[in-house]
């Protein structure tokens, strides 16, 4: 058995647990990507997008990239992430930061164009629509985008699951330190 081999494998434990934490907070990302809708029934911009609503969703992103980002910033301090396999989830960890960190800012600014919308006239509503339109689909491509990062982050660690079946744990028997020689041992 190749004791480095060994060395780069994270503990089995460990491992597990961190693919339930990433694929609970894909899950997150990807449901609010899903559910958190600016269009109505038909597929048109409210005449009056409710602030309120919007504003929540810039909200609720924020709180999501939090929570990404501290995963990112957890990981990169344990002893897993300087190997192979850790490197390569913590790539996916940034990555799935840096996406989820773009979304809030999107979301706010459609909130802050429907605040808008009610002052201004027909010809700049249409804009406004328009731009509320792409800066929440672009907010809500963030999430989706994220949340691919930690499926793949979480892909990765199942890859590297499949490794432990080469290096099987020690039994307690082989941990066991062998009796050190005592005065009534022989030695030859």
Do not use: C
Not at 94 to 113: K, N, Q, V, W
Not at 167 to 187: K, T, V, Y
């Amino acid at each position: 058995m190749n004791p480095d081999a060994r060395h780069q494998l994270m503990p089995r434990d460990e491992v597990l647990r961190l693919i339930g934490v990433l694929d609970g907070m894909k899950a997150k990302l990807l449901d609010a990507a899903e559910q958190w809708q600016l269009l109505d029934d038909t597929g048109r911009v409210p005449s009056t997008p409710a602030y309120a609503d919007l504003v929540q969703h810039a909200a609720a992103a924020q709180d999501l990239s939090r929570d990404v980002v501290r995963l990112a910033a957890d990981f990169a301090q344990s002893p897993h992430s300087t190997t192979r396999a850790g490197r390569a989830v913590l790539t996916h960890l940034a990555t799935a930061a840096t996406l989820s960190s773009h979304a809030a800012p999107h979301f706010a600014e459609t909130a802050e164009t429907a605040l808008s919308m009610a002052a201004t006239g027909t010809t700049d509503r249409h804009y406004q629509a328009n731009r509320m339109v792409i800066d929440h689909a672009t907010a809500r491509a963030y999430l989706r985008r994220a949340s691919e990062s930690l499926r793949d982050a979480a892909t990765e660690l199942n890859d590297h699951l499949g490794l432990h079946r080469f290096f099987p744990e020690p039994s307690r028997q082989q941990i066991a330190p062998s009796p050190l020689p005592g005065p009534g041992s022989r030695h030859h």
